[in-house]
């Protein structure tokens, strides 16, 4: 009776185009995804892998009942943290590990959530055979290709955007030497990543990804000539992606939209894709009042920039609780960085996202 009744009432709505947002028992903007603009997805990295494997709590995704609640309740899209980095899904030669990301591509499907893959082109957190080994310039460029097409192309079709190359650039606006394929290869790698993802692929939107391009600068300036390179040689990129891992020491990105812009006018989405905002915490380890205000507004100027952009139809955090943060692992005095308390209690920072999307979904 219930159901009919809903159904009665959704049917309507969605001949208007509208969400089902019942379906989520959410409506009314009640969530951030049920407050967002249909065209902007709203995402969390999926805590797991990484530095959660030295920490004091079994895998969160697997086994936190209420963190997969919140996951699912708040969020249209979600990031693996680190389940398709090569370390994780690729951890011997001959051998991947598609298991804890396959999970999540699941939770995704059955919870109405798109997937952004992470990552494909990375300095970090690749495996120790792959560090290690020694291998002909050949072998390596054979090894790249088959890793993107067995990992792309596993997900063919279940993945909405991919970051095909992550943080390639240096401060200086330089190739990464420290990536062993640009080192060893050569920047003219950074294509053929691109066109084996496509192939393998062909409907992911394939981007660039990075931090510290949230202001204008030469990481900025690298980002775009690469950008007018690649879509001159017509290389299938279809976005730039500002990661925007704040802390409250630098000050607010209030020129971010018009980075975001340079990209957008060359025709690229463009996406926040790891949002979190650091602070110095006091003796006490709590946030003061005035520091919570203070970073509601950061978190504010990064979706005011996304929203004022056209293209920007992907705005994601690094975790929505600092139960679960990388950043008190990697800067043990700064701390309480995502917009939930550890018992996934809301800050200011949550309810000024979600009236923020709330105003612009009207
Ligand atoms: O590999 C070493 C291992 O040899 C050592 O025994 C162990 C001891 O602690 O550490 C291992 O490294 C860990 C690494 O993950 C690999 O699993 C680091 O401690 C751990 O801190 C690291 O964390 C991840 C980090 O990426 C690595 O760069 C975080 O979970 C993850 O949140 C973070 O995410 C990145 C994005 O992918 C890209 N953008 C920046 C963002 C934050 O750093």
């Given at each position: 009776?219930?159901?009919?009744?809903?159904?009665?009432?959704?049917?309507?709505?969605?001949?208007?185009?509208?969400?089902?947002?019942?379906?989520?028992?959410?409506?009314?903007?009640?969530?951030?995804?049920?407050?967002?603009?249909?065209?902007?997805?709203?995402?969390?990295?999926?805590?797991?892998g990484g530095?959660?494997v030295?920490?004091?709590?079994?895998?969160?995704?697997?086994?936190?009942?209420?963190?997969?609640?919140?996951?699912?309740?708040?969020?249209?899209?979600?990031?693996?943290?680190n389940q398709m980095k090569w370390e994780f899904i690729h951890p011997e030669r001959n051998r991947y590990n598609f298991?804890?990301?396959?999970?999540?591509?699941?939770?995704?499907?059955?919870?109405?959530?798109?997937?952004?893959?992470?990552t494909l082109l990375w300095h970090s957190q690749n495996p120790a055979w792959l560090n290690e080994g020694t291998f002909t310039k050949a072998e390596l460029r054979s090894i790249l290709k088959s890793h993107i097409f067995t990992v792309v192309?596993h997900?063919?079709?279940?993945?909405?955007?991919?970051?095909v190359a992550n943080e390639i650039?240096?401060?200086?606006?330089?190739y990464r030497q420290e990536n062993i394929f640009i080192a060893e290869l050569g920047p003219g790698i950074v294509?053929d990543a691109?066109?084996w993802a496509?192939?393998?692929?062909?409907?992911?939107?394939?981007?660039?990804?990075?931090?510290?391009?949230?202001?204008?600068?030469?990481?900025?300036?690298?980002?775009?000539?690469?950008?007018?390179?690649?879509?001159?040689?017509?290389?299938?990129?279809?976005?730039?992606?500002?990661?925007?891992?704040?802390?409250?020491?630098?000050?607010?990105?209030?020129?971010?939209?018009?980075?975001?812009?340079?990209?957008?006018?060359?025709?690229?989405?463009?996406?926040?894709?790891?949002?979190?905002?650091?602070?110095?915490?006091?003796?006490?380890?709590?946030?003061?009042?005035?520091?919570?205000?203070?970073?509601?507004?950061?978190?504010?100027?990064?979706?005011?920039?996304?929203?004022?952009?056209?293209?920007?139809?992907?705005?994601?955090?690094?975790?929505?609780?600092?139960?679960?943060?990388?950043?008190?692992?990697?800067?043990?005095?700064?701390?309480?960085?995502?917009?939930?308390?550890?018992?996934?209690?809301?800050?200011?920072?949550?309810?000024?996202?979600?009236?923020?999307?709330?105003?612009?979904?009207?």
């Amino acid at each position: 009776m219930r159901k009919a009744l809903v159904a009665f009432l959704t049917l309507p709505l969605l001949a208007l185009g509208a969400q089902p947002a019942v379906a989520h028992g959410h409506g009314h903007g009640k969530t951030l995804r049920a407050a967002a603009p249909r065209d902007l997805r709203i995402g969390s990295a999926v805590a797991g892998g990484g530095h959660h494997v030295d920490q004091p709590y079994p895998d969160p995704f697997t086994y936190d009942r209420p963190y997969r609640k919140v996951l699912a309740r708040e969020f249209n899209s979600v990031s693996p943290e680190n389940q398709m980095k090569w370390e994780f899904i690729h951890p011997e030669r001959n051998r991947y590990n598609f298991g804890p990301a396959d999970a999540i591509v699941r939770f995704a499907r059955a919870n109405g959530q798109v997937v952004r893959g992470h990552t494909l082109l990375w300095h970090s957190q690749n495996p120790a055979w792959l560090n290690e080994g020694t291998f002909t310039k050949a072998e390596l460029r054979s090894i790249l290709k088959s890793h993107i097409f067995t990992v792309v192309g596993h997900y063919r079709g279940q993945i909405q955007q991919w970051d095909v190359a992550n943080e390639i650039f240096n401060e200086n606006g330089e190739y990464r030497q420290e990536n062993i394929f640009i080192a060893e290869l050569g920047p003219g790698i950074v294509a053929d990543a691109f066109r084996w993802a496509h192939q393998a692929d062909p409907k992911a939107q394939l981007f660039l990804n990075d931090y510290g391009v949230e202001w204008p600068g030469v990481k900025v300036d690298a980002y775009e000539s690469l950008a007018k390179q690649l879509l001159a040689q017509r290389v299938p990129l279809h976005g730039f992606a500002s990661q925007a891992h704040l802390s409250m020491r630098y000050g607010a990105p209030d020129q971010l939209a018009g980075v975001l812009q340079r990209f957008d006018d060359l025709g690229l989405h463009t996406a926040i894709t790891e949002l979190d905002v650091r602070m110095d915490l006091p003796a006490s380890g709590v946030p003061t009042a005035e520091q919570l205000t203070t970073q509601a507004s950061y978190y504010k100027t990064v979706l005011d920039a996304c929203l004022a952009v056209d293209g920007c139809n992907s705005f994601t955090i690094w975790g929505f609780t600092d139960k679960y943060s990388w950043v008190p692992v990697f800067f043990p005095s700064e701390g309480a960085a995502t917009i939930m308390w550890d018992d996934f209690a809301k800050k200011p920072a949550y309810y000024t996202l979600r009236d923020t999307l709330r105003a612009a979904r009207r």
